[in-house]
């Protein structure tokens, strides 16, 4: 089952707001990832976190490494209605049992 | 396209038959991944390919679940005498090695048994 708690659960913002959200392991990883899905598709990868305490930008993205190695979170600025979907985190502790969380829902309002 | 490739997208069969999917990964990726998908979760971790060895399965994956790669480029999941807790999203993602973890998935196949 799940080992990653991602939240929020669902986010409803408008238009040109900014967004946070995070992820929390129980356990260390040495990798997190973030993923956007849309309806009917899979996962598209965003960002990947390779060291702990890492900041790391992809155009309005971006997501940090915690210093703990037990936590992510991800910002996006200025949203766009494009920004719909759901948001996955994901992590690994050197393995190849890669973790999801069970996703951010999120709704842009235009 | 060179990106990850699933067929079919949807699969709708009665409760004991035998389903088999197909993934086809980027063509330089040596790495491929099979999750498994339901509704409101985020992947679950099936199996995984280097080349054509398969190197790790998950305790998710049942007896009735078998997956190939036999030359090292395209593979298969296939599902024996189907249950309705199979009904799922299956999805595929394919990586290089030498950085595995940034996978790159497949737009899945949907999986309903009745």
């Known amino acids: 089952g799940q080992q990653l708690n991602q939240s929020p659960q669902s986010m409803f913002i408008q238009e040109g707001e900014d967004v946070s959200m995070n992820c929390t392991s129980s356990s260390i990883f040495n990798t997190w990832l973030w993923y956007k899905q849309d309806p009917g598709e899979g996962p598209v990868l965003l960002i990947a976190?390779?060291?702990?305490?890492e900041l790391t930008s992809n155009g309005r993205l971006t997501a940090q490494f915690g210093i703990t190695r037990k936590d992510s979170f991800l910002n996006i600025s200025a949203s766009i209605p494009s920004d719909v979907g759901i948001y996955f985190c994901a992590g690994s502790y050197n393995n190849n049992d890669m973790r999801f969380g069970a996703g951010t829902r999120l709704t842009v309002k235009p | 396209d060179t990106g990850v490739s699933q067929n079919p997208r949807h699969k709708i069969t009665k409760r004991g038959q035998n389903v088999t999917f197909r993934c086809d990964p980027i063509?330089?990726?040596?790495?491929l991944y099979w999750y498994r998908q339901t509704l409101g979760q985020g992947p679950e971790f099936l199996t995984y390919f280097q080349n054509e060895a398969q190197l790790e399965k998950s305790r998710l994956l049942s007896d009735r679940f078998s997956a190939e790669r036999p030359k090292g480029s395209f593979s298969t999941l296939e599902i024996q005498r189907t249950e309705q807790g199979d009904s799922a999203m299956y999805l595929c993602?394919?990586?290089?090695?030498?950085?595995?973890?940034?996978?790159?998935f497949g737009p899945g196949t949907r999986l309903t048994v009745t």
């Open positions: 993602a394919s990586s290089l090695s030498v950085s595995h973890y940034e996978q790159y």
């Open positions: 976190l390779y060291k702990a305490g």
């Open positions: 063509s330089e990726h040596n790495r």
